[in-house]
């Protein structure tokens, strides 16, 4: 039996080509888009779960509140909370300490006559590779970081330094400041994972080791609890702690408190900041999975609905074998087993798509995806669930319609279409229209907002600014000849220097004033500059003026006691002080003991990124250090500024290699999850529309053939090709339009949910709406009028000669 459902199906295949072909088709896109996602979103879901101990650990973050109550989360502790915790705490079986030296930079690391620009250099407590799951290739994980001057390395590192000869053992120099001794090199840490290195140094090398302070925050602090611990006994135990030992019951508003987070919950669900943030958004896991599902749904629909279409046409065979015998059962399994042929043949196709598609997706997501991302064996589970649940979804409902035709009816050629079937057809293809219309829309919205973002005024002009990353740092004399040297170049318009990035600034202060009560204080951004800063970032100030030789002078005094500084505040601090702008020039202010007066009031101007609001922040003339020198580029001189920097950073930083970024591709940096989540919808819509204009066009395709006769009676008794045109296409049009009305209510709240991310963001406007609307009618049109066409142009004589 099963031969003769291979041979009848093989027939039926060949017979009816387009449409097995539209369905194959169909069926193996959606099946690779889902494969490609489900593999995206499964490498995004197993974030840091690789680890043994990966249910047991947490990370302390703190959360500060002055007493305007104004606040920051951070996930950067004081050096103090590692070691007491260990103590004080029963439920923590151990604790480390994680010390980034490179930051979002990089440092120089020299061995031999090999030096290069090192990104993501830490230090760590011993205690790290007993709770971290980092597969050691050389050395012992037990005392790897046992020792000062210590370090561990990856593969990539230990090529790149050593070729094939053993790291271990080998003296390199890690910012012309530390020498270490390679005691480890472990495989390089998989995409997947929060915490990133290529260098980790013991953190035993650092003098901060040696004493237990809750003043400065710098550490990451991550926690092994015991087995059957209870995170919420530990945290009332810290919220009692911190209650007793950090806060001052006499100044309430003034507020400190160390909160646990669950490391697996990190990447996607973290809200806090000062590095090492969540790098995902679990609301993108769930639109990626709606994106998924709704594919290789519309896969399934047009399957459907070529199938049930057909069903007229098969009608007879039917007839034929049930007069002949057939049970309706084998009537159903036939069909059935059709289906089955159908979606094998998909889903092996679909898998080879997917196989093509990692590469690009990898790219496009900056994540190593393949099939090794998946647990043994489940790959095949998941092929094997497809193939039963589209061959079930997709096949069980035609397979059904065609085996309960009876056969007298359908001998005396009663059964050519039926209301029922026209009406799930209709509601196939609205439902198709309305997904393909919600990503259209979705793409046009958030192409929209990134518009809106890269175009919105920052405040600030990051274009044609060339950065370098200082690690080391520069003295105040050293920096100023330098900048003397570069100014003399008529490529170089100015040049300047600072602590941060002016976009992403995250020095925490408390600022108090002078005409304030004594127990005031507020929280505050801020960022040491140089004197040229500001002319050089582009901001415009409000009131004052810029610094001067004589606040520079007032800065750098030998006696750090004697020392003045000049403040420019942003427009938001001197609100949040209660001061206006010119009536704020001059006032004394202490920001942690830096006393000075407010030089200059300066437009807000975004430092971080536009999901935030514009905070209080001030810019303060302190030249302690320098981690970014930034030029700034006269016209479209790029390549002579660059080699007048190379130049001149080769002569000054021989220890350093030279290396350079745009700031304006760093502030690009920031989104790159929007913008990734943008390209994904965009190339899923393009998909989505694809994959339902094949199936529109087989439809089309065959209700024209359906309809032959009664288009070759209208032409003869006088109708144009025009309106046959229009008869065939304007059902069509009628589903089009009501799915514009359902997909556009949907795609606001969840398009407008989305967008409560941002501070600043876009209003949607009607006219969004309606270009998606045109968009639909027009792929809608375009695909159905080719075979509306061709059929309003046959010869009448030949279409009523063929019945």
Same mark, same amino acid.
Not at 123 to 150: C, I, K, Q, R, Y
Not at 434 to 462: E, R
């Given at each position: 039996?099963?031969?003769?459902?291979?041979?009848?199906?093989?027939?039926?295949?060949?017979?009816?080509?387009?449409?097995?072909?539209?369905?194959?088709?169909?069926?193996?896109?959606?099946?690779?888009?889902?494969?490609?996602?489900?593999?995206?979103?499964?490498?995004?879901?197993?974030?840091?779960?690789?680890?043994?101990?990966?249910?047991?650990?947490?990370?302390?973050?703190?959360?500060?509140?002055?007493?305007?109550?104004?606040?920051?989360?951070?996930?950067?502790?004081?050096?103090?909370?590692?070691?007491?915790? #260990?103590?004080?705490?029963?439920?923590?079986?151990?604790?480390?300490?994680?010390?980034?030296?490179?930051?979002?930079?990089?440092?120089?690391?020299?061995?031999?006559?090999?030096?290069?620009?090192?990104?993501?250099?830490?230090?760590?407590?011993?205690?790290?590779?007993?709770?971290?799951?980092?597969?050691?290739?050389?050395?012992?994980?037990?005392?790897?970081?046992?020792?000062?001057?210590?370090?561990?390395?990856?593969?990539?590192?230990?090529?790149?330094?050593?070729?094939?000869?053993?790291?271990?053992?080998?003296?390199?120099?890690?910012?012309?400041?530390?020498?270490?001794?390679?005691?480890?090199?472990?495989?390089?840490?998989? #995409?997947?994972?929060?915490?990133?290195?290529?260098?980790?140094?013991?953190?035993?090398?650092?003098?901060?080791?040696?004493?237990?302070?809750?003043?400065?925050?710098?550490?990451?602090?991550?926690?092994?609890?015991?087995?059957?611990?209870?995170?919420?006994?530990?945290?009332?135990? +810290?919220?009692?702690?911190?209650?007793?030992?950090?806060?001052?019951?006499?100044?309430?508003?003034?507020?400190?408190?160390?909160?646990?987070?669950?490391?697996?919950?990190?990447?996607?669900?973290?809200?806090?900041?000062?590095?090492?943030?969540?790098?995902?958004?679990?609301?993108?896991?769930?639109?990626?999975?709606?994106?998924?599902?709704?594919?290789?749904?519309?896969?399934?629909?047009?399957?459907?609905?070529?199938?049930?279409?057909?069903?007229?046409?098969?009608?007879?065979?039917?007839? +034929?074998?049930?007069?002949?015998?057939?049970?309706?059962?084998?009537?159903?399994?036939?069909?059935?087993?059709?289906?089955?042929? @159908?979606?094998?043949?998909?889903?092996?196709?679909?898998?080879? @798509?997917?196989?093509?598609?990692?590469?690009?997706?990898?790219?496009?997501?900056?994540?190593?995806?393949?099939?090794?991302? =998946?647990?043994?064996?489940?790959?095949?589970?998941?092929?094997?669930?497809?193939?039963?649940?589209?061959?079930?979804?997709?096949?069980?409902?035609?397979?059904?319609?065609?085996?309960?035709?009876?056969?007298?009816?359908?001998?005396?050629?009663?059964?050519?279409? #039926?209301?029922?079937?026209?009406?799930?057809?209709?509601?196939?293809?609205?439902?198709?229209?309305?997904?393909?219309?919600?990503?259209?829309?979705?793409?046009?919205?958030?192409?929209?907002?990134?518009?809106?973002?890269?175009?919105?005024?920052?405040?600030?002009?990051?274009?044609?600014?060339?950065?370098?990353?200082?690690?080391?740092?520069? #003295?105040?004399?050293?920096?100023?000849?330098?900048?003397?040297?570069?100014?003399?170049?008529?490529? @170089?318009?100015?040049?300047?220097?600072?602590?941060?990035?002016?976009?992403?600034?995250?020095?925490?202060?408390?600022?108090?004033?002078?005409?304030?009560?004594?127990?005031?204080?507020?929280?505050?951004?801020?960022?040491?500059?140089?004197?040229?800063?500001?002319?050089?970032?582009?901001?415009?100030?409000?009131?004052?003026?810029?610094?001067?030789?004589?606040?520079?002078?007032?800065?750098?005094?030998?006696?750090?006691?004697?020392?003045?500084?000049?403040?420019?505040?942003?427009?938001?601090?001197?609100?949040?002080?209660?001061?206006?702008?010119?009536?704020?020039?001059?006032?004394?202010?202490?920001?942690?003991?830096?006393?000075?007066?407010?030089?200059?009031?300066?437009?807000?101007?975004?430092?971080?990124?536009?999901?935030?609001?514009?905070?209080?922040?001030?810019?303060?003339?302190?030249?302690?250090?320098?981690?970014?020198?930034?030029?700034?580029?006269?016209?479209?001189?790029?390549?002579?500024?660059?080699?007048?920097?190379?130049?001149?950073?080769?002569?000054?930083?021989?220890?350093?290699?030279?290396?350079?970024?745009?700031?304006?591709?760093?502030?690009?940096?920031?989104?790159?999850?929007?913008?990734?989540?943008?390209?994904?919808?965009?190339?899923?819509?393009?998909?989505?529309?694809?994959?339902?204009?094949?199936?529109?066009?087989?439809?089309?395709?065959?209700?024209?053939?359906?309809?032959?006769?009664?288009?070759?009676?209208?032409?003869?008794?006088?109708?144009?090709?025009?309106? +046959?045109?229009?008869?065939?296409?304007?059902?069509?049009?009628?589903?089009?339009?009501?799915?514009?009305?359902?997909?556009?209510?949907?795609?606001?709240?969840?398009?407008?949910? =989305?967008?409560?991310?941002?501070?600043?963001?876009?209003?949607?406007?009607?006219?969004?709406?309606?270009?998606?609307?045109?968009?639909?009618?027009?792929?809608?049109?375009?695909?159905?009028?080719?075979?509306?066409?061709?059929?309003?142009?046959?010869?009448?004589?030949?279409?009523?000669?063929?019945?």
């Amino acid at each position: 039996m099963l031969r003769n459902y291979l041979k009848i199906a093989y027939r039926n295949l060949m017979k009816h080509r387009t449409n097995s072909l539209v369905s194959i088709t169909g069926l193996s896109i959606g099946i690779g888009c889902f494969l490609l996602l489900a593999t995206y979103i499964l490498h995004e879901l197993r974030y840091d779960r690789f680890h043994e101990h990966s249910d047991s650990l947490v990370r302390v973050n703190l959360f500060y509140q002055s007493g305007d109550g104004e606040s920051v989360n951070v996930a950067v502790t004081p050096t103090a909370v590692a070691p007491v915790f #260990s103590r004080e705490f029963e439920e923590v079986k151990s604790a480390v300490r994680l010390y980034s030296l490179s930051g979002n930079g990089s440092v120089p690391v020299k061995y031999g006559d090999k030096l290069f620009n090192e990104k993501d250099v830490l230090f760590a407590d011993s205690t790290f590779f007993n709770m971290f799951s980092f597969p050691f290739v050389e050395g012992n994980p037990a005392t790897a970081l046992s020792a000062p001057n210590s370090v561990v390395i990856d593969e990539t590192a230990a090529r790149k330094f050593f070729g094939n000869e053993s790291a271990v053992g080998k003296s390199v120099s890690i910012n012309n400041k530390y020498t270490m001794q390679v005691t480890g090199v472990v495989a390089d840490v998989p #995409s997947y994972s929060s915490i990133k290195f290529h260098w980790l140094a013991s953190y035993s090398t650092l003098p901060r080791s040696r004493t237990e302070s809750f003043d400065s925050a710098n550490d990451f602090t991550f926690l092994l609890l015991k087995p059957g611990s209870s995170l919420t006994s530990l945290r009332s135990k +810290v919220d009692n702690y911190v209650a007793k030992h950090l806060n001052d019951p006499k100044n309430p508003g003034v507020r400190v408190r160390l909160d646990l987070e669950e490391f697996g919950q990190i990447h996607l669900y973290s809200n806090v900041t000062g590095g090492m943030e969540a790098t995902g958004n679990y609301k993108y896991m769930y639109i990626l999975s709606g994106v998924a599902f709704l594919i290789l749904a519309i896969a399934c629909i047009n399957f459907v609905n070529l199938v049930t279409a057909r069903s007229a046409v098969r009608a007879k065979e039917v007839g +034929v074998r049930k007069v002949m015998g057939a049970e309706r059962s084998q009537v159903f399994g036939q069909y059935l087993y059709e289906c089955g042929i @159908i979606t094998i043949i998909s889903v092996l196709i679909g898998f080879v @798509i997917a196989n093509l598609g990692f590469p690009g997706l990898s790219s496009l997501t900056a994540s190593e995806l393949n099939l090794g991302v =998946w647990p043994p064996f489940s790959v095949v589970m998941v092929l094997v669930s497809l193939f039963v649940a589209v061959t079930l979804l997709a096949g069980a409902y035609p397979a059904a319609v065609l085996s309960r035709f009876e056969p007298i009816k359908v001998l005396k050629s009663n059964v050519l279409s #039926s209301p029922g079937g026209n009406m799930l057809r209709s509601f196939l293809v609205v439902f198709q229209f309305s997904v393909s219309l919600l990503f259209i829309i979705g793409t046009l919205i958030a192409n929209s907002q990134l518009d809106y973002i890269q175009n919105k005024s920052l405040g600030m002009n990051p274009d044609q600014v060339l950065v370098l990353d200082l690690s080391t740092g520069i #003295s105040a004399g050293k920096l100023a000849s330098i900048k003397n040297e570069l100014l003399g170049n008529a490529s @170089i318009a100015s040049a300047t220097a600072s602590y941060d990035s002016p976009l992403n600034v995250q020095g925490g202060y408390s600022i108090s004033a002078k005409d304030k009560p004594n127990d005031f204080s507020m929280n505050i951004t801020a960022i040491p500059v140089e004197k040229d800063f500001v002319k050089t970032m582009g901001m415009k100030l409000v009131a004052g003026e810029n610094f001067n030789e004589s606040d520079i002078a007032q800065a750098t005094l030998d006696s750090v006691e004697l020392r003045r500084y000049a403040f420019i505040l942003n427009e938001s601090a001197i609100k949040a002080l209660g001061w206006n702008a010119a009536g704020a020039i001059g006032k004394e202010v202490n920001m942690n003991g830096r006393e000075g007066t407010v030089k200059a009031v300066v437009k807000d101007f975004h430092f971080r990124s536009l999901h935030e609001k514009i905070a209080p922040i001030a810019i303060i003339s302190e030249y302690d250090y320098f981690g970014k020198v930034m030029v700034r580029v006269s016209g479209t001189e790029v390549n002579k500024a660059v080699d007048v920097l190379k130049k001149s950073w080769e002569a000054n930083f021989p220890l350093q290699p030279f290396e350079y970024h745009f700031l304006d591709q760093e502030f690009n940096d920031m989104y790159k999850a929007e913008s990734r989540v943008s390209t994904i919808l965009t190339l899923f819509s393009v998909i989505t529309i694809l994959i339902s204009c094949l199936g529109l066009f087989a439809l089309i395709a065959f209700i024209s053939h359906q309809r032959t006769k009664e288009i070759g009676i209208r032409k003869v008794l006088g109708a144009t090709a025009t309106s +046959v045109v229009v008869l065939l296409s304007k059902e069509f049009v009628k589903l089009t339009l009501i799915a514009i009305l359902i997909a556009s209510p949907i795609a606001w709240y969840l398009m407008n949910q =989305w967008l409560q991310d941002f501070a600043y963001r876009i209003e949607i406007s009607w006219g969004i709406f309606a270009m998606a609307g045109f968009i639909a009618i027009a792929i809608s049109l375009l695909t159905v009028s080719f075979q509306s066409v061709r059929a309003a142009l046959l010869d009448p004589v030949k279409s009523l000669r063929s019945e």
